[in-house]
């Protein structure tokens, strides 16, 4: 898989029968300009998208980026907020995957070429195409294991680094 740009998406897109629309493009622009290892939601692409005065639907957002996950393009993310986010699809060797504190939501990325390796290996074994690879781990960070998790930890705790 290599990185998309405009001229790419709008040929592939072409090639399924499918329009670039203005609307896509600056959502493809917003998920390149995003900084390494943010992750964003629709409803927190539909705010930047309104903060960059573009008016965008949000169902056009949630349509968009289905599309663009089923191309490849983007990432689909279970994340431990209970509703999904996206990233860029990159390639190897920028291919991680997701430790995610169930308490605070932390989401720190990790590489691991064996997963990798294990699914391209898997994958054409079966015939198949291998579009994405991921793993996320679901876990307790130090800090509210520290906090006395699960039993001792206040309701209303913030993990303070789930903030940087």
């Known amino acids: 898989m290599s990185s998309y740009t405009a001229s790419s998406l709008k040929a592939e897109l072409n090639s399924r029968g499918w329009r670039l629309t203005p609307q896509r493009e600056k959502i493809l622009l917003i998920f390149q300009e995003l ?3 943010n992750h964003l ?3 927190e692409l539909h705010q930047l ?10 169902s056009t957002i949630y349509r968009s980026v289905k599309l663009m996950t089923k ?9 431990a907020e209970g509703h999904k986010h996206y990233e ?3 390639p190897h060797p920028h291919h991680h995957h997701h ?3 169930i308490q605070c939501n932390r989401t720190l990325e990790f590489k691991n070429d064996s997963i990798l390796k294990h699914s391209l290996k898997q994958s054409e074994k079966e015939g198949f195409q291998l579009i994405d690879c991921q793993l996320t781990v679901m876990a307790i960070c130090p800090e509210a294991l520290r906090m006395g ?7 209303n705790w913030s993990c303070r680094r789930a903030l940087i």
Do not use: D, F, H, T
């Not at 998208?49 to 949000?58: F, R, T």
């Not at 699960?150 to 309701?155: G, I, R, V």
């Open 35 to 37: 900084p390494k290892g």
């Open 41 to 43: 939601s629709a409803e």
């Open 49 to 58: 998208l309104e903060e960059q005065a573009e008016v965008i639907s949000l």
């Open 71 to 79: 191309m490849g393009i983007l990432r689909e993310l279970e994340l």
């Open 88 to 90: 860029l699809n990159q």
């Open 99 to 101: 430790l995610v504190c």
């Open 149 to 155: 998790w699960p039993s001792a930890l206040p309701n």
